[in-house]
């Protein structure tokens, strides 16, 4: 008898990942795993984002925390085609968890879907959902040596972003430390740094979405 | 033939921090389990507690990190007892680390070790590492809804700490909701709100510490 555990774990989410990843092809939407830390600003990004192309693109957005529907709610006051996931304590999402949400969202008039991960730096980076780009927020207010302490979500992001920068004046972050370290790691990686706030430098961001919806 | 995975992995961690804490107490040492977000300030707490205590009581650090030693040089700059241990990704630091951890520290001559762990709210709760008291600390600029998506780590800490007041001013986070929050999930815990960066409210931090000394 073999014992088989961690190995078809991740064999079986790699398998549910292309599944999903062919349903998204098939209706044309682009899908969007969003990483942070708890409070980087996952939630006023997408927020932002809707308020910003909801009049030209039908996006979705799939919510991931250990409990509560509390992120959620707030999303739901912009757009209808917000889903829950509480992973019940798991500190990151999965690909059937991500494949039982579909059901609930209607596929064939989405252009978008984000997917909130849960709050970690660590736990999401193994696991693909089948999204189209893997991408990281780190925020000032984190400290400039997010990159040297989390490497592995920072090699796996394209792009890179930095938020909260209007913080930048009264922290002693080093932007020029942070973006050399995110190269070191990540070379060929765009990073984008803005404030979802006050809105500064999301133009380069709802651009870049722009250019990818398919 | 059984499979025995995760109860294993539960139980053995529990025996392990049980010999910890035997240890610890036959020393007559003080352990902290210093829990956050990344970023929210974890090591510099620490230092600011050692500069703090360091002339009346000897401290010892374990920095835990995915990896890296930048966290553990820093602290090397104000005390000598310091051990970093990489987890090579793991999420959470256990019993068995910390174990290896203190074959490197004068158990002798310590009052206090403080551990910082991984920077993450959710992997390190269910890891008992035999210390005295496990403390969450949140920060100013992750937003007053931690507790309302982070429940665990809040209910099984005591104190609770609250981190860079001095963004209150800048901030919409809510004090009240925020301390309510954790009241809800943890009656009998005690909140202390401080800046680390500032020193404004430290002293409550400091003086129970004092407290606690064995």
Redesign the interface.
């Known amino acids: 008898?073999k014992?088989e555990?961690v190995e078809n774990v991740l064999k079986y989410n790699k398998d549910q990942a292309e599944k999903n990843r062919k349903l998204f092809n098939k209706n044309n939407i682009l899908v969007i795993n969003l990483l942070s830390?708890?409070?980087a600003g996952k939630t006023t990004l997408i927020i932002e984002t809707i308020k910003r192309l909801k009049n030209e693109k039908n996006i979705g957005v799939i919510e991931g925390?250990?409990?509560?529907t509390?992120?959620a709610e707030k999303i739901k006051e912009h757009i209808d085609d917000v889903v829950q996931i509480n992973t019940g304590?798991s500190?990151h999402l999965n690909a059937t968890m991500i494949d039982q949400a579909l059901s609930k969202l209607d596929m064939d008039r989405l252009d978008i879907i984000i997917i909130e991960n849960?709050?970690?730096?660590?736990?999401p980076v193994g696991f693909d959902l089948g999204e189209d780009y893997k991408i990281v927020m780190s925020?000032v207010?984190?400290?400039d040596?997010?990159p040297?302490?989390?490497?592995?979500v920072f090699i796996k992001s394209n792009p890179v972003l930095l938020n909260?920068i209007d913080?930048l004046e009264?922290s002693d972050f080093d932007l020029g430390f942070f973006t050399s370290e995110v190269k070191k790691l990540n070379p060929s990686g765009d990073i984008m740094i803005f404030s979802s706030k006050s809105g500064k430098g999301l133009d380069e961001w709802i651009s870049w979405i722009r250019k990818k919806i398919k």
């Open positions: 008898m014992i555990v830390s708890p409070g925390d250990i409990s509560s509390y992120d304590g500190c849960v709050g970690n730096l660590i736990c925020s207010n984190e400290g040596d997010k040297v302490k989390y490497p592995p909260k913080l009264i």
